[in-house]
């Protein structure tokens, strides 16, 4: 459609990018259409002056080019009245049809800025937060966002913002990406624990060099590495891989196998919360407890943010902060005591 537009007022046939096509149309007569639009519209070269915040003679120029490129005649101007020609009533009406779709996509870019969210959000998390936590929570936001649509991709690989078209992506760790908005959510501890039946048979480890007489769960990441356990040392990080008896890519596997008493694992506190409350595990080397992480929503801009995104990141703050039953003093959510504290104790 704009190109057949196109041709069918002079340009080339051939001329097949838009972006060209325009630069070709409006490369020497832009300033010279606005100016025309503000004669036609206001009736005289003196007030589309005001108007455009230029002065009288140089409206006059920038019509006299656009008349000069166009080989016709605009106006009929004498010292008292401006009057389109007949050619210039035929161009006015071929323009405004073009002014009323600029500022239809001006109205529609300022809609999506300040008007009811809309439209589609792709958001990326990874597979077990995005399960256990953000999953759970869009059907409320559906319910309160009615228009917004939402495409959910789950993946342990950090997210591609610009090739995968993410709006908003969900992160766990540390973030080294200073392009990357990270606004944190809630706390990321890591527990290592095993099942109470473990425990029972085999006891808890009491140093970390007690580790290697114990069956070892790992987690593989999806890029291929196995993911180490931490722990903190005389106030300092230590990093432990473990001759493991099993190793998954999946977080339920680890926590299944653990629960099914195969061995001990380091997960994240979320991952296991439920299962400390009820006394189904039993946490191993508190005192070693590494420093804790964040989970963090993380987007590209601060600024000229669509509604859809800025809601969803509002509601979303606001909601798995209120998760996390130790941020009363920090993110700013207050829940029940934390289960983990009252098992390490």
């Not at 290697?212 to 593989?220: A, L, S, T, V």
């Amino acid at each position: 459609m704009m190109q057949s537009a196109i041709s069918k007022h002079g340009l080339r046939p051939g001329l097949a990018n838009p972006a060209a096509a325009l630069s070709t149309c409006f490369s020497t007569s832009y300033t010279g259409i606005i100016a025309f639009m503000a004669v036609a519209t206001e009736g005289s070269f003196a007030r589309a002056g005001e108007r455009l915040g230029i002065g009288r003679s140089a409206v006059c120029r920038n019509v006299q080019k656009l008349e000069a490129q166009l080989s016709t005649r605009l106006f009929l101007r004498t010292t008292r009245s401006t009057h389109l020609t007949r050619e210039g009533e035929r161009f006015f009406e071929h323009c405004n049809r073009g002014v009323a779709h600029f500022a239809e996509a001006m109205n529609d870019m300022q809609a999506l800025r300040q008007g009811p969210p809309h439209g589609l959000l792709r958001i990326s998390a990874p597979v077990d937060f995005g399960r256990k936590v953000v999953a759970p929570l869009l059907s409320r936001f559906a319910e309160a966002y009615p228009d917004i649509a939402v495409d959910l991709m789950l993946n342990d690989r950090p997210a591609d913002f610009v090739g995968d078209q993410i709006d908003v992506a969900f992160r766990g760790g540390r973030i080294e990406d200073s392009s990357i908005i990270a606004k944190p959510l809630m706390t990321l501890r890591m527990v290592l624990c095993a099942s109470r039946a473990y425990a029972e048979q085999r006891g808890l480890p009491a140093t970390l060099e007690a580790l290697g007489e114990h069956d070892c769960i790992n987690f593989r990441h999806a890029g291929g590495s196995v993911s180490e356990w931490e722990f903190k040392i005389d106030g300092r990080v230590r990093k432990y891989l473990p001759a493991a008896r099993l190793t998954f890519n999946d977080a339920d596997l680890v926590l299944q196998a653990m629960l099914d008493g195969r061995g001990i694992a380091q997960m994240a506190e979320y991952q296991v919360r439920g299962h400390l409350a009820r006394n189904a595990l039993a946490v191993a080397l508190p005192q070693h407890r590494p420093e804790d992480r964040a989970h963090y929503i993380c987007y590209l801009c601060r600024q000229h943010l669509p509604a859809r995104i800025r809601v969803f990141i509002d509601f979303m703050t606001e909601q798995i902060r209120a998760l996390d039953p130790d941020e009363a003093g920090g993110y700013g959510a207050v829940g029940n005591p934390n289960p983990l504290r009252k098992l390490a104790a």
